[in-house]
């Protein structure tokens, strides 16, 4: 089955810091989806990225950055500048192809961003 | 609102009670998931609709365990006999697509939550 690890349980910056997020997952199939969800406070879960197991290149979305690489299965997340406002729970996942109603959530990071 | 809403957000139940949470996913969704995450941890998948069909309750940790979909929107996922192993946070997110391929952009957009405590 598959699983997700996100070691750092939490972090803690300061303003204008770049900080990664590490994410490392397991799955004995070929094809497969990664995510990143973002908890804020309220609760509710916000979505970043998706990338296919096909794709290995790396994306950039602002201050955003996500670095996929199959060989040592993992699929980082990058916070350049940050900020007070990125403070959050942030959350990796992993779907199988033909089992993605089951998405796997790593336990998650907690990211304080200090002033 | 134009987001997934959930209710109650907060439940405080005593142990044996039965309990019930609506979630009102996005108008034209087709999945509709449920998960549950206890304190410090990620969600763990429960169950998914598509539409009115349940297609996956795998996820589902006891037989007092019951979700339903029954127009292929609002969804209500009760819980009966309530034990302390049930107190958690109930998300329920949808998807505009089925889970049947690439047509999926994987995008879940998820509720605020429906905290349950059980005394």
């Known amino acids: 089955a598959q699983k997700v690890t996100q070691a750092q349980t939490e972090i803690s910056v300061v303003e204008k810091e770049d900080v990664t997020l590490d994410c490392v997952y397991e799955t004995r199939d070929t094809t497969y989806y990664l995510f990143w969800y973002k908890q804020p406070p309220s609760g509710e879960l916000v979505f970043l990225i998706r990338r296919n197991s096909f794709d290995e290149q790396n994306e950039i979305s602002g201050r955003y950055s996500w670095n996929f690489q199959k060989s040592t299965s993992s699929f980082n997340f990058t916070i350049t500048a940050s900020q007070v406002v990125d403070s959050a729970v942030y959350f990796c996942a992993l779907s199988e192809w033909g089992n993605n109603n089951d998405m796997r959530f790593g336990a998650g990071t907690r990211l304080t961003v200090k002033p | 609102g134009a987001g997934v809403s959930q209710s109650p957000r907060y439940k405080v139940a005593k142990r044996g009670q039965d309990v019930a949470l609506r979630c009102d996913p996005i108008?034209?969704?087709?999945?509709l998931f449920w998960y549950q995450q206890a304190l410090g941890q990620g969600p763990e998948f429960l169950t998914y609709f598509q539409n009115e069909a349940q297609l996956d309750k795998s996820g589902l940790p006891s037989d007092r365990f019951f979700a339903e979909r029954p127009e292929g929107s609002v969804s209500t996922l009760k819980i009966q006999r309530t034990q302390q192993e049930d107190s958690a946070v109930y998300l329920c997110?949808?998807?505009?697509?089925?889970?049947?391929?690439?047509?999926?952009?994987?995008?879940?957009?998820f509720g605020e939550g429906s905290r349950l405590t059980v005394l």
């Open positions: 108008s034209g969704h087709v999945s």
């Open positions: 997110a949808s998807s505009l697509f089925g889970t049947s391929g690439f047509a999926n952009t994987g995008e879940l957009f």
